[in-house]
Nanobody, 123 residues
Framework: QVQLGQFGGGLVQAGGSLRLSCVGS????????LGWFRQAPGKEREFVAT????????TYADSVKGRFSISRDNPKNTMNLQMNSLKPEDTAIYYC????????????????WGQGTQVTVSS
């Protein structure tokens, strides 16, 4: 099974950018569909973006489309989320996740999770 470690995040002003990284260990990344999810205080965990096993198909939540970009590098066992034009409503704990097989926007379908990283966008 794969273990996921997250890097990046922090505090940024509205309109700024941040980059999150997720590094896998224990198993090669290539059989896994990957995703980013986030959870704001008092809210349920929600879908942000997913990327298929080969990295050729990506999907985004409407709220981040055009501002966020997900990518992966299978030989390096890494996945990134580039976040531009950040808004205060993007403030949340961000999690990377992996599941064996096809992508899904349902967080309950993911088996492996990173530790989470805080993203705070000030107005």
């Amino acid at each position: 099974q794969v273990q996921l470690g997250q890097f990046g995040g922090g505090l940024v002003q509205a309109g700024g950018s941040l980059r999150l990284s997720c590094v896998g260990s224990g198993h090669t990344f290539s059989p896994y569909a990957l995703g980013w999810f986030r959870q704001a205080p008092g809210k349920e965990r929600e879908f942000v973006a997913t990327i298929n096993r080969s990295g050729t198909v990506t999907t985004y939540a409407d709220s981040v489309k055009g501002r966020f970009s997900i990518s992966r590098d299978n030989p390096k066992n890494t996945m990134n989320l580039q976040m531009n034009s950040l808004k205060p409503e993007d403030t949340a704990i961000y999690y990377c996740a992996a599941r064996w097989g096809d992508v899904s926007s349902d967080p309950n379908r993911y088996d492996y999770w990173g530790q989470g990283t805080q993203v705070t966008v000030s107005s």
